[in-house]
């Protein structure tokens, strides 16, 4: 248990379909993020938000749409996807998104997503 | 952020210590350098980081190199549970680079019963 919990862990969407998926962290850290994972690929960084403000969006398609509420809770909605989109999804967090001394970034377990 | 360079994969024997090795040689005098790791099927762990003394913490140690140009993580006694991809990742202190930290490939560790 890293403190970062993502719901749903699987999910499979139809390319018309609209779906969000839910990251909560319970560690009182100000940044939250989003990563993808496509199979053998590295980790790819989509967003970064600091006090609920986005602070980084490394050219994700419009289809990804980040919300942050507030600085425990952090959503993808996703719409008209594609199946190249199937990837496993990770939501992190960290004291402040600037990774010096002391600034650990926790991990969710992630979620899975499959684009049919 | 400065670029790493990992093994694509390494191979140990449970019980005996592992040597991962990491190059980054355009490293930068504020940047730290972190190890992550990531089991099968988990989002990653952290597993420890320095700047530029050597590091020990309960998982693992890390060595650096006193020219900062390289460093090795050093996990003291293998076991299965340590099979994963271990990431070396640089990245720039307060006011250094940009937001969120970038993976790469990392090293591929099979332990060998």
């Known amino acids: 248990e890293t403190g970062v919990t993502q719901t749903p862990r699987h999910l499979v969407m139809g390319m018309t379909n609209k779906k969000s998926l839910k990251c909560e962290q319970h560690?009182?850290?100000?940044?939250m993020y989003w990563y993808k994972q496509s199979a053998k690929k590295p980790l790819e960084l989509m967003f970064v938000?600091?006090?609920?403000?986005?602070?980084e969006n490394n050219s994700v398609p419009s289809r990804f749409s980040p919300e942050c509420p507030n600085s425990s809770h952090l959503f993808l909605h996703l719409h008209t996807l594609q199946p190249e989109d199937s990837a496993l999804y990770l939501c992190?967090?960290?004291?402040?998104?600037?990774?010096?001394?002391?600034?650990?970034?926790?991990f969710g377990e992630g979620s899975w997503l499959t684009v049919v | 952020d400065a670029k790493t360079t990992q093994p694509n994969s390494m191979e140990s024997n449970e019980e005996e210590p592992v040597h991962l090795p990491c190059n980054h040689s355009?490293?930068?005098?504020?940047?730290?350098i972190h190890w992550y790791r990531q089991l099968p099927s988990q989002g990653p762990e952290y597993v420890i980081h320095?700047?530029?003394s050597n590091v020990n913490n309960r998982m693992a140690s890390l060595a650096i190199a006193e020219d900062r140009k390289s460093s090795t993580l050093i996990l003291h006694r293998a076991t299965l549970r340590d099979a994963a991809v271990y990431y070396c990742?640089?990245?720039?202190?307060?006011?250094?680079?940009?937001?969120?930290?970038?993976f790469g490939k990392g090293t591929h560790l099979i332990i060998q019963p």
């Open positions: 992190a967090s960290s004291q402040s998104p600037r990774a010096s001394s002391g600034n650990t970034i926790y």
């Open positions: 938000y600091n006090f609920k403000e986005q602070t």
């Open positions: 355009t490293i930068s005098g504020t940047d730290y």
């Open positions: 560690l009182g850290h100000n940044a």
């Open positions: 990742i640089l990245k720039g202190g307060l006011g250094g680079g940009a937001d969120g930290l970038t």
């Open positions: 320095g700047l530029t």
